[in-house]
């Protein structure tokens, strides 16, 4: 498992792909219009992917998943134009639908069925850990590769590694069945009783909330950049705060499954800690929004594990897929707004506003989970 998520964030493309787009000679619109095409696919495929992994098998999905986004680097790569940066998304976003909630229902349930489920927040948290691990190293990677072979070793390498998921995905066990349809198990039938899971099932309503907004609100992430920026520091130091915000992440997620029952006031510290260290406008401040992404890193583990415990087997990925969806949705809010306030504010006084969302939710978590909505 964390070999694969590993694999799936080891993209050397990554840091420079806009780069890459713009010497083509995309222009800034047609690059925007790149990233909505990725966003409008991710969001389109996630509850279709989410039906397709509750009528048949994850670990054969979460084997497809890699492939399609190692295609679509490979078109980058040996046919650079919009068409085929554009087809490449397209294969990114349908990739990352697969997964979505695919790889949570499996892990989850393969663990329930030897009574480990507790472990299983731990888990999910170092996964997404050793992403974050691979996207640094990637970037450190990144230009070093190019500069010996120039973006089509960067394609080439980006591509051979995706398809090192594949092999990492068929070893996950699953106990489900061998991949084949289960009989009377039609997407309809498989909707119908994941909307009953969330009508229905004490705290899964609430449940998905709060991994939406959790994990929606972790958008802010794509701002830090400028954040750091705005602290004065010169352009060379810039990468060097956005690591330390990284690592902060990192710490997060191994830390993820301890103390669980205290989500509420941890995050209202994390909230504190992000609004003091954002309107500080020192490069000290940094470290303050470091904890704080560290904490909400945590606390997207402990709320998708508290999620996951309410949830049959039957729909998992189903009901899984809705939470990803209500992510998707906060965070075109949280662009939308950081673009609008942008016109009259800096980086600093927008992070601060921003913790005010996590009040919200720390509050919605100090009371303790009682199994109901």
Do not use: H, K, N
């Amino acid at each position: 498992m964390y070999a694969y998520a590993f694999l799936d964030d080891f993209v050397l493309l990554y840091p420079v792909y806009a780069v890459l787009f713009a010497e083509t000679g995309l222009s800034p619109a047609e690059i925007s219009s790149l990233f909505a095409i990725w966003s409008v696919t991710g969001f389109a495929l996630e509850l279709p992917s989410g039906l397709w992994a509750d009528v048949y098998s994850r670990r054969r999905l979460l084997a497809a998943a890699p492939a399609l986004p190692a295609a679509g680097y490979a078109l980058w790569t040996f046919l650079p134009s919009y068409p085929s940066f554009a087809a490449g998304f397209v294969l990114w976003g349908a990739g990352s639908a697969l997964r979505s909630g695919t790889l949570q229902a499996l892990v989850y349930e393969e663990l329930s069925r030897t009574g480990a489920q507790d472990s299983y927040a731990r888990l999910i948290g170092r996964s997404q850990a050793a992403g974050t691990t691979a996207v640094l190293a990637a970037t450190a990677l990144a230009a070093p590769v190019l500069a010996a072979g120039g973006y089509r070793a960067l394609g080439v390498a980006s591509a051979a590694v995706a398809l090192l998921g594949v092999p990492a995905a068929l070893a996950l066990p699953e106990s489900r069945g061998a991949g084949r349809r289960e009989p009377g198990r039609g997407y309809g039938a498989v909707l119908r009783e994941g909307l009953g899971e969330v009508r229905g099932t004490p705290g899964v309503w609430r449940g998905l909330l709060l991994v939406a907004a959790l994990s929606g609100f972790d958008a802010m992430d794509e701002y830090v950049p400028l954040l750091a920026r705005s602290t004065g520091v010169g352009e060379a130091v810039v990468p060097v705060l956005v690591l330390l915000v990284t690592a902060g992440v990192t710490a997060g997620g191994l830390l993820a499954g301890r103390g669980q029952g205290r989500a509420g006031p941890l995050l209202a510290l994390a909230a504190g800690c992000l609004a003091a260290g954002a309107v500080s406008g020192r490069p000290a401040g940094m470290a303050l929004v470091a904890v704080a992404f560290g904490i909400f890193q945590w606390a997207i583990a402990a709320a998708d594990a508290r999620l996951q415990g309410r949830i049959a087997d039957g729909s998992r990925a189903t009901v899984t897929s809705m939470a990803g969806l209500g992510t998707e949705v906060v965070a075109v809010v949280i662009f939308a707004g950081y673009a609008a306030g942008s016109r009259w504010s800096g980086p600093g006084p927008l992070f601060a506003l921003a913790a005010a969302p996590y009040v919200v939710v720390a509050a919605a978590l100090w009371r303790p989970w009682r199994g109901r909505d």
